[in-house]
């Protein structure tokens, strides 16, 4: 069974806090994504990486950064946490024209 | 800019009724449009997707109608059923503006009532 894990359910930090959000995929996939889903906004590409070490920007990068030291490995960076920053925030591995595998999601609180 | 338009965002249907969600779409070198289905807690998981080379695409009780020139698919539920309410999602990518994002509508959140 496919699986891509996130590191917490749900998380609660501090305006100005700096964030980290762990995704893991047992897939072996070449490319892994971060997106955030709001209420009525759907879901939005944050970064994507299409090789270790490899990223692109996605529609909304700015406050965040990301890294791939390994294949499996995809953190999504928030340096210095704001309160528009709280929001469900998905992983996901697989391909652009073919199925994308989610994460169960980290909801991040920022007070 | 919503690359994806999606409607309506809520549905309420009787079991056993049929669940119609709409797309629409601008960028004409999109190749690749699927449907997402997410259950609360859970993270979206592909449902069916086509490729604008057929006009529809059928897996069991779901079916996908793709309109090229109308630059609209849309998304069928037969015989809707309680354990379908979900919130769903339309996608697309293709071209260069979509050649590394698959751009998500703005979801569906479909209650199927008993």
């Known amino acids: 069974d496919v699986k891509v894990t996130q590191s917490s359910r749900y998380l609660v930090k501090r305006t100005g806090e700096k964030v980290f959000l762990e995704c893991v995929q047992d897939?072996?996939?070449?490319?892994m994504f971060w997106y955030r889903q709001d209420p009525g906004l759907g879901l939005r590409l944050i970064y994507f990486s299409y090789d270790v070490k490899m990223k692109e920007k996605g529609d909304i990068p700015e406050g965040y950064s990301v890294s791939r030291e390994k294949k499996e490995r995809f953190s999504l960076i928030l340096e210095s946490a704001s309160t528009n920053q709280t929001s469900m925030y998905l992983c996901a591995s697989g391909g652009v024209r073919d199925t994308q595998y989610f994460g169960p999601g980290t909801r991040l609180t920022v007070l | 800019q919503q690359q994806v338009k999606q409607s309506p965002q809520s549905l309420i249907v009787q079991k056993g009724g049929i669940s119609i969600i709409n797309c629409a779409y601008e960028n004409t070198a999109f190749d690749y449009f699927p449907w997402y289905q997410q259950f609360p807690g859970k993270g979206p998981a592909l449902l069916i997707a086509?490729?604008?080379?057929?006009s529809e695409k059928k897996e069991g009780r779901f079916t996908i109608s793709f309109n090229k020139s109308a630059k609209q698919f849309s998304l069928h539920i037969m015989d809707s059923q309680p354990g379908d309410s979900a919130t769903y999602f339309c996608a697309a990518s293709g071209g260069t503006t979509g050649a590394n994002n698959l751009f998500f509508g703005t979801g569906t959140r479909l209650t199927v009532i008993p």
């Open positions: 086509i490729r604008p080379d057929v």
């Open positions: 897939m072996d996939h070449e490319n």
